[in-house]
């Protein structure tokens, strides 16, 4: 069974810019969940989304929105990118609530 | 104070050696986490748990519901068990609530 796949691995951007990050989850999982990692926060929340609907949601700004797709693959939008977005972006994904969760390897997304 | 604490933040030790690692956290939960990240970023899922004890080849986790306090153990630890281990709560909105991390070296 493949793992959870997330692309691109790296990404520079400028400041102002939008990205999207995709990511396909386990065949079978329906919850996809997003985290950023920073030096400075450590891991952090961002939101979850099961069956196509935002479950639950960190405290991100608005610029930071998600969505997931009826084969449950999953992306992630950062509008007008700001120096401090610069962070290892995580997406996981898991069979159902209170379950093990299955990291993939992260989007490296670097603001200039 | 951060809602998940780990302690302690650096770690090293001879091959061999006993290690534990403690979490301990200050909210209801549903489940608790330990996840391990080597360098490079990809985290692997170690353990989930909600009670009692867990076990998977040298690596062990406990967890006391009433005290709010885990500990993972490693036993006859190697230099590849050198990582990052990350405790995590799960609750309510917050998908996972993560500790700060404990750098493990094992010197060979």
New interface residues.
Partial sequence: KAGVTQTPRYLIKTRGQQVTLSCSPISGHRSV?W?Q?TPGQ????LF?YFSETQR???NFPGRFSGRQFSNSRSEMNVSTLELGDSA?Y?C?SSYSD??????G??T?LSVL | KNEVEQSPQNLTAQEGEFITINCSYSVGI??L?W?QQHP??????LF?L?SGKKKHGRLIATINIQEKHSSLHITASHPRDSAVY?C?V?R??????????TRLTINP
Avoid at chain 1, 42 to 45: A, E, R
Avoid at chain 1, 98 to 103: L, N, S, T, W
Avoid at chain 2, 40 to 45: A, D, K, L, Q, R
Avoid at chain 2, 92 to 101: C, D, I, R, S, W
């Fill in positions: 969940s985290y990692q450590g891991l952090q929340f979850e639950n949601k960190g290892l995580l996981a209170v379950a093990i969760q299955y990291f390897a992260g490296r | 549903s489940a986490h996840l490079g970023g990809g985290i692997v899922s989930m909600s990350i995590a799960e309510g909105a917050q998908k996972l609530v993560f500790g700060q991390g």
